[in-house]
């Protein structure tokens, strides 16, 4: 099990960035994938994009691909979601969440409040 907390989020013009951390805490951190999900307001929690045990390889959803950039730091238990480009639709509580699946995602953070305005 690990516990996660999001921080980073915030209020931002469209075309802005913001960069969005996710720190763990338990045990094997380095052995989880990570992912980010976002849920807007009268809409269901959707994938955003996801990140391997070493962060060689990760997974985007299309209207994210090309904006938004996954990283992790093993050493710190930290992964990160770097959102440029944000559009007013990219409106959302952003949600981190760990599993030693993809297809398991056992572990949430309390999400963060991601506000683009136009």
């Known amino acids: 099990q690990v516990q996660l907390v999001e921080s980073g989020g915030g209020v931002v013009q469209a075309g802005g960035s913001l960069r969005l951390s996710c720190a763990a805490s338990?045990?094997?951190?380095?052995?989880?994938?990570m992912g980010w999900f976002r849920q807007a307001p009268g809409k269901e929690r959707e994938f955003v994009g996801h990140i391997g045990w070493s962060g060689a390889r990760t997974y985007y959803t299309d209207s994210v691909k090309g904006r938004f950039t996954l990283s992790r730091d093993n050493a710190k238990s930290t992964v990160y979601l770097q959102m440029n480009s944000l559009k007013p639709e990219d409106t959302a509580v952003y949600y981190c969440?760990?599993?030693?699946?993809?297809?398991?995602?056992?572990?949430w953070g309390q999400g963060t409040q991601v506000t683009v305005s136009s």
């Open positions: 969440a760990a599993g030693q699946f993809i297809s398991n995602w056992s572990n």
């Open positions: 338990g045990r094997s951190f380095s052995t989880y994938y």
